[in-house]
C-alpha cells in the first residue's frame, strides 16, 4: 500500500464515521491500529531504502576516489611532464589503460557521475 491509497482509506474511514456513526464506533480504531501499522511498515522501508542510498554513496565516493588516484598515476606514467593538450596525440597504451580503468569503475562512474554506455 502506497501514500496515496493509505490517505484514500483515512478519507473513506472519516466518511463512514460522519454519516454512519455507529459502524464508525467499531470500524475507526480497528482501522486506526491497522492504519498505524502500515504507516509504519511504510516508514520503516522508507528508512531502510535511505539508508542503502547513502551507504551506496559513501561506496562511490571511496571508489571515485581510488579511480581519481588510479587515473592520475596513468597519466603520469605516460605524460610526467603534463605536457598533453588537444592537439597531442595521445598512446593506445594510454588509452587502452584509461579505458579498463572505466570498465573496471563502471557502476559508480554511473551512479556517481551520470555516465553513459557513450562514456565507455
Known sequence: ???????????????????YPAIGEILV???IVILA???LEL??????????A????????TDFWKWQKSRDAIRAQYDPEHE???ISTIPQEYS?????????YQGMLRRRNGW?????
Do not use: C
Open 1 to 19: 500500500m502506497n501514500l496515496t491509497n493509505l490517505l484514500q482509506v483515512v478519507i473513506l474511514l472519516i466518511l463512514v464515521k460522519q454519516f
Open 29 to 31: 480504531p480497528v482501522a
Open 37 to 39: 501499522a502500515i504507516g
Open 43 to 52: 516508514f520503516i522501508a522508507y528508512w531502510k531504502k535511505q539508508r542503502a
Open 54 to 61: 547513502k551507504k551506496q554513496r559513501e561506496e562511490d565516493e
Open 84 to 86: 598533453w593538450n588537444e
Open 96 to 104: 587502452s589503460e584509461i579505458q579498463e580503468l572505466n570498465s573496471k
Open 116 to 120: 553513459t554506455d557513450h562514456d565507455f
